[in-house]
């Protein structure tokens, strides 16, 4: 089933955090935008290079930042603007030069917990016939250090093994960033910043790569949306600013959206269900979805995104972190947690309760 006016509340059942809200899953006349709302831009730098002071101080703003939206845009986090603008470049290459029938022998399968490979236009989900075309590798299909016994092979993964060299250069930078925010996120909850250290070395990954063609008349007055409403179901994600905007965040405490706006060569974080579930409740598991861009420029140019979410290994424990309050939540596998939750895109057969 797809179907552009579904609500989330058609598919509460699937959730494995709570959610008390109603929103459409893609853009409707009727949604009403905070148009003044900032979320908060802040500066890594002094957390990655500075004193006890400097960590605690953004620690706290980042922390402040999180609880109230879920969002904060972080810039000076080492991370060569360069770099963005090359995987800008190969994703619409991919994209764009890849025959389709090429595509679809990596269509996307379930391996583990995430659904990892090529989605169609308007496949993305079985719930909105979101008009994007997505491909998502996870820590196996990059030739990086792995647990795994097989031996690396590029083209069970890749049209061609140059991708795979391009977009790794993405992975290993921003897998250097995966433990300094999370160490953020947790001293900023209270917790010992170092809790997670250990599952986050050499975890598993998503890097999802969104090419949004341009828009056909009719698909403009479909209804339908670039990407669904949604909350990711991660610790957390690392989103590149994006050329093109459209990034709609849900604001829990207006009950409107948010128009996400981050300066180019930075980073949007954002936090998922796994950290919503860990946090018991307090960094909130945040909707957001993709819009039409506010130049309307959705009818003549493309928009490219590449966020990676970060995941725990599928035989870890998800538990209420200590000190927290009572749990609010049974401990649970990661890939229980993560198919259950994610049957809500692609059917209930999706949902596995051990490796
Ligand atoms: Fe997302």
Redesign the pocket.
């Known amino acids: 089933m797809t179907d552009v006016n579904a609500l989330n509340r058609e598919f509460l059942k699937y959730d494995q955090v709570r959610k008390s809200h109603t929103y459409r899953l893609a853009e409707g006349e009727q949604d009403e935008f905070d148009e003044d709302y900032r979320i908060a831009t802040l500066d890594f730098e002094p957390f990655l290079r500075g004193d006890a002071g400097d960590t605690a101080r953004f620690a706290e703003a980042f922390n402040g930042a999180l609880e109230e939206i879920g969002f904060a845009v972080l810039t000076n986090q080492g991370v060569d603007p360069a770099l963005y603008d090359e995987m800008q470049d190969a994703t619409l290459s991919l994209f764009t030069s890849t025959p389709l029938d090429e595509k679809m022998r990596f269509r996307a399968e379930r391996f583990g917990s995430v659904n990892q490979g090529y989605f169609p236009i308007e496949e993305t989900s079985d719930i909105h016939p979101d008009l994007v075309e997505g491909w998502v590798w996870c820590r196996r299909a990059f030739d990086v250090p792995h647990r795994r016994a097989a031996e690396f092979r590029a083209q069970d993964y890749w049209p061609d093994a140059r991708y795979e060299r391009q977009f790794r250069k993405l992975v290993l930078a921003h897998e250097e960033l995966f433990k300094p925010i999370a160490q953020a996120m947790l001293m900023g909850l209270g917790v010992d910043p170092h809790i997670y250290d250990e599952k986050l070395t050499g975890t598993n990954f998503g890097l999802r790569l969104n090419y949004y063609p341009p828009m056909s008349e009719a698909q403009d007055r479909s209804g339908a949306g670039r990407l669904l409403g ?1 909350e ?1 179901v991660d610790l957390f ?1 690392i989103l590149p600013a994006t050329h093109a905007d459209g990034l709609q965040v849900w604001n829990h405490r207006s009950g409107k959206w948010v128009r996400m706006q981050a300066p180019p060569g930075s980073i949007i974080i954002n936090t998922g269900d796994y950290m919503q579930r860990i946090s018991n409740d307090r960094l909130p598991s945040t909707t ?1 979805r993709v819009g039409k861009p506010s130049d309307g420029s959705h009818l003549i140019d493309p928009r490219v995104s590449f ?1 990676t979410n970060v995941y725990l290994w599928e035989d870890e424990v998800l538990e209420v972190l200590p000190g927290l309050g009572t749990p609010r939540y049974e401990p649970i596998e990661a890939i229980t947690f993560h198919t259950r939750s994610t049957s809500k895109f692609y059917g209930d057969e999706y949902a596995v309760e051990s490796v």
């Open positions: 949604h990711d994600t957001h966020p």
